[in-house]
T-cell receptor
């Protein structure tokens, strides 16, 4: 069974700090991974995707993928209160176009 | 670019009643998805359409849920009869194609079954 695991949190960090969100997956066939941000009462929005081992940076966001250890992480630098949301990790295998979502990690950035 | 439109925004029904949700994807998006998101959980795929054909409905409870996408554009998702455990947000999403990186979600329909 394909599973994507996330700690539900909440993860609380002070404004300006680095927030580190982690995700593990069980299906070694997973090839690409997505991070979605979901504000309370809103729909998910894609913020990052990664399919190669290593780091991928986009502004204040860095996605990290380690296929050998089967984990994906999202780092948010200079965290802002507006980053407070639930972050959903999703993995997709090469044989399927459908990503499997984790339950999400709640992030709270306090001033 | 207009986003994915969904209606209604909220719906409250009694158990055993029926309900229908509507979705209009982004223009030109061939692939359409319906997801169910129960409070505190990640979205779970119910059904995927490619144009007006079903690609994957393996997680759709077919005894009570049905969906259609006539003419390959708009889609409706129906629940009949509803159960208490169907209370969730129903999200519609669309993408250009099956292999598209990520997709755009609609604002969702929050269903409460009492």
């Amino acid at each position: 069974q394909k599973e994507v695991e996330q700690n539900s949190g909440p993860l609380s960090v002070p404004e300006g700090a680095i927030a580190s969100l982690n995700c593990t997956y069980s299906d070694r066939g997973s090839q690409s991974f997505f991070w979605y941000r979901q504000y309370s009462g809103k729909s998910p929005e894609l913020i990052m995707f990664i399919y190669s081992n290593g780091d991928k940076e986009d502004g204040r966001f860095t996605a990290q993928l380690n296929k050998a250890s089967q984990y994906v992480s999202l780092l948010i630098r200079d965290s802002q209160p507006s980053d407070s949301a639930t972050y959903l990790c999703a993995g997709r295998t090469g044989g399927s176009y459908i990503p499997t979502f984790g339950r999400g990690t709640s992030l709270i950035v306090h001033p | 670019e207009a986003g994915v439109a969904q209606s209604p925004r909220y719906k409250i029904i009694e158990k055993r009643q029926s309900v229908a949700f509507w979705c209009n994807p982004i223009s030109g998006h061939a692939t359409l998805y319906w997801y169910q998101q129960i409070l505190g959980q990640g979205p779970k795929l119910l059904i995927q359409f490619q144009n007006n054909g079903v690609v994957d409905d393996s997680q759709l409870p077919k005894d009570r849920f049905s969906a259609e996408r006539l003419k390959g554009v708009d889609s409706t998702l129906k629940i009949q009869p509803a159960k208490l455990e169907d209370s969730a947000v129903y999200l519609c999403a669309s993408s250009l194609g099956q292999g598209d990186v990520g997709y755009t979600f609609g604002s969702g329909t929050r269903l409460t079954v009492v």
